[in-house]
């Protein structure tokens, strides 16, 4: 490499050459490298650049676009303050003390941060304080040892951040809107108000994720279907925000309109899961349908990728729903079963989401273990059992992860109010004779339970058109039930047929077709069913009168 025509090109050795004779003969060797040398001395030792002592103290921190002040001794007295701070706070005396003339201080409390400088001798940050006056500010205090300063000082340097705080603000209050509207939409989605069955007692509670919109797609429903059975449901959309919340609304939606077909718990999954993949093919959810039937004392449920329901005894002991349990609705390619777990009397059911027992560096079981012995030590109404399963769960206003819970309790009855629920039951045997023998069966019953005259006729009648129905249609076995409640009376015929009946306009010349025209026209509800064991039941339900009601609770 030419060094000599790179070292032409730094700084001071152009104006050395110039000094040079013209037209001289170039140097020896030896003169090059004394060229070197002082070339070295001139970067190593600058003439023209200035030192720091060159400059005023005074001078460079007046100039600081920062808030800088300066306190000496254990008084924290003012030695000095810039302009940027006397133009944010007005000048202040030397000699003062802080605490006397700085209120500003205060504000941004400043005075323990002071104090804390001068005995450990380290600086010390305070980030986004505010002032009365509405301004921000992060300040540091540093530690200053100097001999003209008795007992030390400090020196306080404090930089506006309003425009970032009031920017930082403003994006909180977008995310708070955003999050209310996502929770708003949450919420409406919801029960308004929980159904509540003649034999069960319900009680659910929501509540939202805290981290940013964190509302997910949580969800619960009670569905009464009719002849005193019930709907019990509950979901969770995987995801967060309105997108859940809104995926969640179309699959409640769409819930309970299945439910209206009376389908076993298998089918209404199997239909969910298929619209699940519709609705939105990149979300998944999982579900838990039931159906209770008071006269068979048991849950009958379908599980969708869902955590297993409990069911606590009346003396403590919790049990767990086991398998099957299928895959997340919305994967498709699957058929759900159904299975069931025993509900008696004075038994309560807790169906919940995974934001109740799931936590970070844990394994889920251990969440539904710890779930389960919260159980067996809640009683109470199933509000109470709801708030206590929170607070033992550790579940609070700052949980990071949405939790729906939804307790369902079986009551034990006795004395007074086991008098407001009968049951009675007649097998449909001797063909044609069948109806004659149903009709005096159920007006000796309905005269036992107290009903009023108008009242019994109507359920006579009732019960000769579903009797006559199910002769004319159905096939052996047959049965008919009758139950009452604290609410309403139902009728209910079972029959081998599992071919429904549909309300028709019967023409004036048609000998049939009127019976089911006839149920629904005196009665308050109507309605069919595929039971499990092939077959159908064909119900009707009657509203007691207050009247029965006051006359029976006395």
């Known amino acids: 490499m030419n060094f000599t025509r790179w070292s032409a090109r730094l700084p001071g050795t152009q104006r050395r050459a110039a000094r040079g004779t013209e037209g001289s003969v170039p140097a020896a060797r030896g003169e090059y490298g004394q060229q070197l040398e002082q070339l070295a001395e001139d970067i190593a030792e600058p003439a023209d650049v200035p030192a720091l002592e060159d400059f005023s103290v005074r001078e460079l921190l007046g100039r600081l676009p920062g808030l800088v002040a300066l306190a000496y001794g254990p008084e924290h007295r003012i030695a000095y303050v810039n302009d940027a701070y006397a133009a944010a706070f007005g000048p202040r005396p030397a000699g003062a003390t802080v605490a006397d003339t700085c209120p500003e201080a205060e504000d941004l409390g400043l005075l323990p941060l002071m104090d804390q400088v001068l005995r450990s001798g380290k600086p010390r940050t305070v980030k986004s304080r505010r002032t009365q006056d509405g301004g921000s500010y992060t300040v540091t205090c540093l530690p200053v040892d100097s001999p003209r300063l008795d007992g030390g000082g400090v020196l306080v340097h404090a930089a506006d951040v309003t425009d970032h705080a009031e920017a930082a603000e403003r994006l909180r209050a977008s995310e708070r809107r955003h999050r209310e509207t996502a929770v708003t939409l949450q919420r409406s989605l919801l029960p308004q108000e929980l159904e509540q069955p003649d034999d069960l007692r319900i009680a659910a509670t929501y509540q939202p994720g805290v981290a940013d919109a964190a509302v997910g797609g949580d969800w619960y429903d009670v569905i009464t279907l009719g002849a005193g059975r019930t709907a019990l449901v509950i979901g969770d959309v995987m995801g967060r925000g309105v997108r859940a919340a809104a995926v969640m609304g179309q699959l409640r939606t769409a819930v309970r309109a299945y439910a209206r077909l009376d389908l076993p718990p298998h089918e209404v999954l199997q239909l969910l899961d298929g619209l699940a993949a519709e609705i939105d093919a990149s979300q998944i959810a999982t579900c838990v349908y039931a159906i209770h039937d008071p006269n068979e004392g048991k849950l009958v449920y379908a599980s969708a990728g869902h955590l297993p329901i409990l069911v606590r005894d009346e003396d403590g002991t919790v049990r767990c729903a086991e398998d099957p349990t299928g895959p997340p609705l919305g994967t498709g390619g699957w058929l759900h079963a159904s299975a069931s777990i025993a509900l008696p009397p004075g038994s309560t059911a807790v169906l919940y989401t995974d934001g109740l027992v799931e936590r970070r560096r844990e394994d889920i079981d251990e969440g539904v273990a710890a779930l389960a012995r919260a159980l067996s030590g809640a009683s109470g109404s199933p ?63 309905l005269s036992s339970w107290r009903f009023p005259v108008e009242l019994r006729d109507l359920g006579v009648l009732a019960t000769s058109e579903l009797v006559a129905n199910s002769l004319q249609h159905g096939t052996p076995p047959m049965r008919l039930r009758l139950r009452r409640t604290d609410r309403r009376l139902i009728i209910e015929v079972t029959d081998g047929d599992d071919h429904l009946p549909r309300r028709r306009r019967a023409e004036t010349e048609d000998e049939a077709g009127r019976g089911i025209s006839i149920i629904a026209t005196i009665a308050s509800s109507w309605g069919s069913r595929r039971t499990p064991g092939g077959g159908k039941a064909v119900w009707c339900e009657f509203a007691l009168p207050d009247r029965v009601i006051r006359a029976d609770a006395l």
């Open 383 to 445: 509000q109470v059992v709801c708030d206590r399963l929170l607070r033992s769960l550790g579940v609070t206003a700052e949980h990071d992860d949405d939790v729906a819970v939804l307790v369902v309790q079986h009551p034990s009855r006795a004395g007074a109010d086991a008098e407001l629920f009968h049951n009675a039951a007649l097998e449909l045997l001797g063909g044609v004779e069948a109806a004659p023998r149903a009709r005096a069966f159920a007006s000796g019953v």
